[in-house]
């Protein structure tokens, strides 16, 4: 069965530090890999996702990923954090299924001045 | 483009009571998702569904919670005889039919349902 760990619960970083969220999957086949953002009282917003091809992918807001398949992860990154960034982030895997999206318990970022 | 549309955005019930929540989905999406968020925790599939289809249901208690998505109008999740646990977050997420994209979920601002 897909699983996803994320094993930091909350994190703080000063602002403008450098900032990597970490993401273990446990899916048999190749996953389609996501991350959410989402802020207080709100819905949760696509940084990122990785289908094939290029390990490392782009996304909104300066954030970036990387999979690995060999460690089974796709650890969230960004070189320096605003304190805007502050908010909860959650790493996702389906497949092409197309079925259900199963998301990691979420990692709280607080932002420090 | 109005995006995933979900009302209310906050309902109280007392339990014993009915909850419906309500989902319009992006307009040319055609699949729903249903998660639950409870305090301090993430997310958690409930259910999945096409129109007029049940596709993967899961995550679903067994008893009291039902979801569907008719040809016509939104999805509705379904609460009866509420209770304290069933306090929560719910999101609705849509995304298109076919393609990669199938598996890009758009989210709804969600429905916060208190029980008291």
């Known amino acids: 069965a897909q699983s996803v760990t994320q094993p930091d619960i909350h994190i703080t970083v000063s602002e403008g530090a450098s900032l990597e969220l970490r993401c273990n999957y446990s899916?048999?086949?190749?996953?389609?890999l996501f991350w959410y953002v989402q802020s207080p009282g709100q819905g949760l917003q696509l940084l990122l996702k990785y289908f094939s091809g290029d390990t490392l992918v782009q996304g909104i807001k300066g954030f970036e990923a990387e999979f690995k398949r060999s460690q089974s992860s796709f650890n969230l990154r960004k070189p320096s954090v605003h304190w805007s960034d502050a908010a909860e982030y959650f790493c996702a895997v389906g497949d092409s299924s197309a079925s259900k999206i199963i998301f990691g318990s979420g990692t709280r970022l607080s932002i420090r001045p | 483009n109005a995006g995933v549309m979900q009302n209310p955005r906050h309902l109280v019930r007392r339990r014993g009571q009915e909850a419906r929540l309500r989902c319009s989905p992006m307009k040319g999406h055609s699949h729903v998702y249903w998660y639950r968020q409870l305090p301090e925790e993430g997310l958690k599939f409930m259910v999945y569904l096409q129109k007029e289809n049940i596709i993967d249901e899961s995550g679903m208690p067994k008893e009291r919670f039902s979801a569907e998505f008719p040809k016509e109008g939104p999805s509705i999740l379904r609460i009866q005889q509420v209770v304290r646990g069933d306090s929560a977050a719910y999101f609705c997420?849509?995304?298109?039919?076919?393609?990669?994209?199938?598996?890009?979920?758009?989210f709804g601002a969600g429905s916060r349902l208190t029980v008291l």
């Open positions: 899916y048999g086949a190749t996953p389609y």
């Open positions: 997420a849509s995304s298109p039919r076919t393609g990669r994209g199938a598996n890009v979920l758009t």
